[in-house]
């Protein structure tokens, strides 16, 4: 087994929002407390409701909205219903939200369409809370848990469903949090993360006991246009594998995958850069997955990046159903079985050491 060589990834950008709201519940935990002294160190205006809605004015003009929304930080108090589980296949056995939202620009963004309201990002003060409310879960789960191929996770726990934690922690401190706990918890049991941005300083020298997995989320470079304000692909990958030379196991997260004129290129090249920059990382994961969109995110993404030049046209695409009732537009069978063949290809060329976990 090859020794990773040493490697620096320039930090990307921190997030500033112009504003940090906390509600008067997130004022009586200390975590809440300490994201908005971080906040009021950095010049950022905090403003403290006098309750615990989020009532905020909200510009006439979308774009305007959008952009004001984009640009705020609130810490809240997860409600019950976050305290309760739901299983998120394929990723993991269990969705665990440690924030909601995403100071990031993706024009095929997937929380479109399923938060509520302005896309405001929410930090959750009661860290603790949910944290603590994990171990109920050991065991449990059809992913991992019961997984033949998957078992050596034990039961995973994904926190970047509904929100990037990279990209707001030098805010909120919530992924060094948890990874600690996670380091300190002896239990067949694993956090998991994607993300697009590459600041990893703070979690290098953290005690994870191999517990958590980072998974760099990357497209290529002909399709930087869709993921504004995040970090270079480059820095993304150099970050993944200062993370393995701390010991973390890592991944890849390709998507999403679109099939635009040039795929095939513009992924190879993608794919032989991963290969380059992780060239003997062991403990390596792969997830595919390709572009869909609602009929709801599909309005919700026209009317923050109009004019948009990513194609949701009904070529080349079919309806499926979801086990919620739901429809979602998803490449037809033959453009996924030549997406599938390709990528299942030149994985096993440039990352030969690296396990492909599901596509879809």
Not at 273 to 287: F, H, S
Request: glycine share 8%; hydrophobic share 45%; net charge positive.
């Amino acid at each position: 087994m090859q020794t990773p060589r040493p490697s620096r990834a320039p930090s990307s950008p921190g997030w500033r929002p112009r504003r940090v709201l906390i509600t008067r519940a997130a004022q009586a935990f200390a975590h809440g407390r300490a994201i908005v002294e971080r906040a009021a160190a950095l010049g950022i205006a905090v403003v403290e409701l006098p309750g615990d809605r989020l009532n905020l004015a909200v510009p006439d003009d979308p774009k305007q909205a959008y952009a004001d929304a984009k640009r705020t930080l609130a810490v809240v108090v997860a409600p019950p219903s976050k305290l309760r589980l739901q299983p998120i296949a394929p990723s993991a056995d269990w969705r665990v939200d440690l924030a909601e939202g995403c100071p990031a620009h993706c024009s095929y963004c997937y929380l479109a369409g399923s938060l509520k309201g302005p896309p405001i990002t929410r930090a959750y003060a009661n860290l603790d809370e949910i944290l603590t409310g994990l171990p109920a879960y050991l065991g449990e789960g059809m992913i991992t848990s019961r997984s033949r191929t998957r078992a050596l996770e034990g039961t995973t726990f994904e926190a970047s469903c509904y929100t990037d934690p990279l990209a707001i922690e030098p805010l909120t401190g919530s992924l060094s949090a948890a990874i600690a706990w996670f380091g300190r918890w002896d239990a067949a049991a694993q956090l998991r993360f994607t993300t697009k941005f590459a600041d990893v300083e703070p979690l290098l020298g953290l005690d994870h006991g191999g517990r958590t997995r980072m998974r760099a989320s990357i497209n290529p470079r002909a399709f930087a246009r869709f993921e504004g304000g995040t970090a270079p692909v480059a820095a993304r990958l150099a970050a993944l594998r200062r993370m393995a030379e701390a010991g973390y196991p890592v991944g890849l997260t390709i998507a999403p995958i679109i099939a635009a004129e040039g795929w095939q290129d513009a992924y190879g090249a993608l794919i032989d850069a991963a290969g380059a920059a992780l060239d003997g990382v062991a403990d390596l994961t792969v997830e595919l997955i390709t572009h869909r969109f609602t009929t709801g995110s599909k309005a919700m993404l026209d009317s923050w990046y109009p004019g948009s030049a990513l194609d949701m046209g009904a070529d080349k695409r079919v309806t499926k159903r979801t086990k919620f009732g739901t429809e979602k537009q998803v490449y037809d069978a033959d453009t996924m079985r030549a997406l599938r063949g390709f990528f299942e290809r030149r994985i096993a060329d440039a990352l030969p050491a690296a396990r492909i976990l599901y596509w879809t």
